[in-house]
């Protein structure tokens, strides 16, 4: 069964914008309503709920940011009571506290339809065996997914992450014809691959979506390549649904949005004026049909483009561009997101540590790692070969506890990580492609 719901995916414009103004009104409405932290907002800045008579009036309402969730943490932002939410997720990549978003039975079936289409659009039917590279948990890639094939009818193996041996023995073995993770996995395995002596040909794979971190066409065509497969990408973040705000077609000229759910700005990051369109500037969502965690024009950070022209696969609703960077310093290594102002809280309550320090992200094979390098005091230099180990050891933990990611620790000597007038440069991004 395939999901494509030709209704809303391919209706006229002047119909979608239609749409939009409805469902926008009934979630302002909704919002005032049931949760403080618009009431507030709305109230101080003079905004009557039941006055926005256009699409580009939205331009007048407050954004909403990280920094909103978190001082909201766990449950402010919810417009619905507990006992209606039947699943939590949260994100990774916040100070301190993590974002936690919730869904009721609605959400999660409107949902795991959003997913269901960008999986037809890139070709998955039910008659493919789906395996789902994402860690299953607060993560929203792996239930997002799991549910969106299962209404497809597809076959869903639910492998979680890492492992990468077993999963090939099972993609061999349960003949997997889609494959589902993060850009950068899918190399992963077609490295294990080549070291266990395995052509990538003679297993079943045809579909790959790939979706969660950002990749370019170059690393595209070498997933391609190696795994012989046709890689889409999707995109999509906890605060607004998970995966599903966005997915290529079969045509892989950038990601419709599926435009009867959320509804796309592009602003000036700094400024937060709203851009002409065809201006590349950072994404700003609001969900226009969720019931327990509405979002009104949230900041994704992310810097894209729209292109409202027509597609050749028939669907009317935009694409956007693969993202060019984020407007803030959020870094996702191996899909998951860090801020280096995480590790930055964790370095300087640690004694010892200087606060100088500087992050250096590679990819090796594969794989992306980060390196810790930081300045300590002349005495654990100095120190002897086993507690400087130990206090090596001790910061290493405390970093990954935090972000969730593994991370080497080089120490330095005090005075050589470069000093800069200005903002400094903490992060050294050695990642291409
Ligand atoms: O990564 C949701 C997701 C899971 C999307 C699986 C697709 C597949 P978060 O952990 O909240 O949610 O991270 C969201 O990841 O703001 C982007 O910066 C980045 N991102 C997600 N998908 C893409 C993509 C999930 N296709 C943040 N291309 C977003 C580039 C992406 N960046």
Known sequence: MEIWDRTHECMPRPEIEQLQLERLQATV????????????????????????????????????TKEDLRLNYPYGMFAVPLREVVRIHSSSGTTGKPTVVGYTKNDIKMWSNLVARFLTAAGVTHDDVVQITFGYGLFTGAFG????AETIGASVIPMGGGNSEKQIMIMQDY???????????????????????IDPKSLSLKVGLFGGEPWSEAMRREIEQRL??????????????????????????????????????????DSGAVLPPGSTGELVLTTLNKEAFPMLRYRTRDITRLDYSPCACGRTHVRMQKTR?????????????????????????????????????????????????????????????????????????????????GISVKLVEPGTIPRHEGKAQRVIDRRQG
């Open 145 to 148: 997914l799991h549910y969106g």
């Open 175 to 197: 003949k997997t014809t889609a494959l589902v993770g993060t850009p950068s996995y899918a190399i992963t395995l077609a490295d294990r691959m080549e070291k266990m002596g």
């Open 29 to 64: 409405n909704r919002v005032y309503k049931n949760v403080t932290c618009y009431r507030n907002k709305f109230n101080a800045l003079g905004i009557d709920p039941e006055a926005l008579g256009s699409l580009a009036a939205l331009q007048h309402l407050p954004f909403t």
């Open 325 to 405: 960077g984020r407007s803030d310093d959020m870094l996702i290594i191996r899909g998951v997101n860090v801020f280096p102002s995480q590790i930055e809280e964790v370095l300087v309550a640690i004694e010892g540590c200087q606060p100088h320090y500087q992050l250096v992200i590679d990819r090796h094979g594969s794989l992306d790692t980060l390196e810790v390098q930081i300045e300590v005091t002349e005495s654990i230099f100095f120190d002897e070969m086993k507690r400087q180990r130990a206090f090596l050891e001790q910061v290493q933990k405390k970093v990954e506890s935090v972000i969730g990611v």
């Open 228 to 269: 012989g497969l046709s890689a889409t990408d999707n995109y999509g973040l906890s605060e607004i649904i998970g995966p599903g705000v966005a997915g290529e077609c079969q045509f892989k000229c950038g990601m419709h949005i599926f435009e009867d759910a959320f509804y796309p700005e592009i602003i000036d990051p």
